[in-house]
């Protein structure tokens, strides 16, 4: 079984105009999308769809409908001119915990039948109930290494600290026996703001469910809690708030999305793909 349990911590270096840094131990469920059901009989603590310790529940990803994540990715990566015929979709996010659960940032890892990684989802969920998938191919290059290097144009705002003019960058490989993500942000001045997802793979099972849900207790509310907390910092070090609109050029300009060299170091829907 290729679903996994990755246990690890998530870092952020704000740069300016204040420095701020934070660091949270949280847990993160590899899920191949093939192997749902599977996963879900298999475990007395997890459960697809139902209350358990953790859950998945479809209507938690994608555009919110329910409809299977697999069909709403491949038509994400069509639009891209993308395809991964019978290759494995992979899904890192955090589960719900007793119900409950928040994902900023949930990764699809796409692959093609020979393995090879075709492209990445990036499905960003704000505070604000929005929710933005940047759909990023993997240059050939970096698929011979499952290596990650991409950029792409902020359209969705997530933080009142940051505006809307940044781009990001990415970069990693696909999750093997460590996960490492590595996600900067830019702006007209520079790097603002450097974040990372690193992470061990543990077997999914009940013992290792158990002992990492206790370990780390109340993931997704703590990550809700954790982000309202290091706003109030933000708010109280004076770092001031920013618009929710893009910049005028940024507006009228298509979005930039495949090259990372762009980035200096390196519709009724509530669901966006750009």
């Known amino acids: 079984m290729i679903s996994a349990l990755y246990t690890g911590d998530v870092v ?39 209350f358990n310790l953790l859950g998945f529940h479809d209507r938690d990803h994608g555009d919110g409908s329910g409809r299977p994540l697999r069909e709403q990715i491949v038509e994400l990566l069509a ?36 393995g090879r990684l075709a492209a990445m989802v990036y499905e960003v969920t704000s505070t604000f109930g929005e929710r933005h998938a940047y759909v990023l191919p993997v240059a050939a290059e970096d698929a011979a290494e499952d290596r990650i290097r991409q950029a792409a144009d902020k359209r969705l705002y997530v933080s009142p600290f940051m505006g809307m ?38 077997p999914l099972t009940d013992r290792t469910v158990l002992t990492t849900a206790l370990s780390i207790p109340l993931l997704t509310l703590k990550v809700t809690a954790g982000i309202h907390w290091e706003a109030l910092r933000l708010w109280l070090k004076g770092v001031p708030l920013t618009s929710r609109a893009l910049p005028r050029a940024a507006a009228a300009a298509p979005p930039s999305k495949t090259d990372p060299a762009a980035c200096p170091h390196a519709g009724a829907s509530r669901y966006r793909a750009v």
Do not use: Q
Request: glycine fraction near 10%.
């Open 165 to 202: 003019g940044m781009r990001y960058g990415f970069r990693g490989k696909a999750p093997s026996d460590a996960l490492t993500l590595l996600i900067d942000g830019f702006d007209d001045e520079g790097l603002l703001i450097a974040t990372a997802m690193r992470g061990r793979r543990r």
């Open 12 to 50: 952020h270096a704000r740069l300016r105009p204040r420095r701020h840094r934070l660091r949270y131990r949280v847990f993160w469920l590899l899920l191949d999308l093939a192997e749902l059901d599977a996963v879900d009989g298999r475990l007395r603590l997890f459960s697809r769809n139902r």
């Open 79 to 114: 639009r891209e001119g993308v395809d991964i015929g019978a290759g494995a979709v992979r899904l890192l996010t955090m589960p719900r915990v007793l119900g409950y659960v928040f994902n900023p940032i949930s990764l699809y890892y796409c692959h093609r039948p020979d």
